[in-house]
């Protein structure tokens, strides 16, 4: 049973485009993630959302417009897509916030690649 | 604003060292800190999650230690295999998201 699932696993899509990722946690935490991976594979934390309200938002374009329906799934949806938007976006989750004293082990999907052309 | 940092970036060994990664970071004040392990194309997978108050944790040939006070962590495998070749990374809670290095690649030589 996969603990963060993530789909699709692969986009290629063309500048302008509007696309969107879903991702799913059967782990039962309240709080998920999503991460951006550059090419030089440093990660970068895009959104927090904790009992699917965002906590934050790291100076993400508006073009990025996150949902989170139900604190198992965080979806994210991308407007307009460019091509410095190519990366692996990662989903993660963990029970409690980052923050003390809630600081539980985080988990990760497989990532979904996106390539704008 | 906390800070981590990987050294070395890279790192290429013989099987069968013993081998030691670092992480530093700038705020001494984590609630816990957590090494993970990235293959490439897949996801993160944890390896080790160290408690502020311990001191090191340990996994098969794996041990991870912490010292806050002078703001590091190392993660020493044992006995290296080709199959430990992969991105190590290490990352810190706060300010409600997980904060990472930049990461040390692995590569074991048979």
């Known amino acids: 049973d996969t603990a963060v699932s993530q789909t699709p696993k692969y986009l290629v899509t063309q500048m302008g485009n509007d696309k969107s990722i879903k991702c799913e946690q059967n782990?039962?935490?309240?709080?998920m993630y999503w991460y951006k991976q550059d090419s030089k594979k440093f990660l970068k934390i895009m959104f927090s959302?904790?009992?699917?309200?965002?906590?934050i938002n790291e100076t993400v374009p508006n073009r990025f417009s996150p949902k989170s329906p139900d604190k198992a799934h965080l979806n994210l949806h991308i407007n307009s897509l460019e091509l410095g938007d190519s990366a692996v976006y990662f989903c993660?989750?963990?029970?409690?916030?980052?923050?003390?004293?809630?600081?539980?082990?985080?988990?990760f999907g497989e990532g979904s690649r996106l390539t704008v052309l | 604003k906390q800070e981590v940092t990987q050294i070395p970036a890279a790192l290429s060994v013989p099987e069968g060292e013993n081998l030691v990664l670092n992480c530093s970071f700038t705020d001494s004040a984590i609630y816990n800190l957590q090494w993970f392990r990235q293959d490439p194309g897949k996801g993160l997978t944890s390896l080790l999650l160290i408690q502020s108050s311990q001191r090191e944790q340990t996994s098969g040939r794996l041990n991870a230690s912490l010292d806050k006070s002078s703001g590091r962590s190392t993660l020493y495998i044992a006995a290296s295999q080709p199959g430990d070749s992969a991105t190590y990374l290490c990352?810190?809670?706060?300010?409600?998201?997980?904060?990472f290095g930049t990461g040390t690649r692995l590569k074991v030589l048979a």
């Open positions: 782990l039962g935490h309240d709080t």
């Open positions: 993660a989750s963990s029970q409690g916030l980052a923050a003390p004293p809630n600081t539980g082990e985080l988990f």
């Open positions: 959302y904790n009992n699917k309200e965002l906590i």
């Open positions: 990352a810190v809670p706060g300010a409600y998201k997980y904060i």
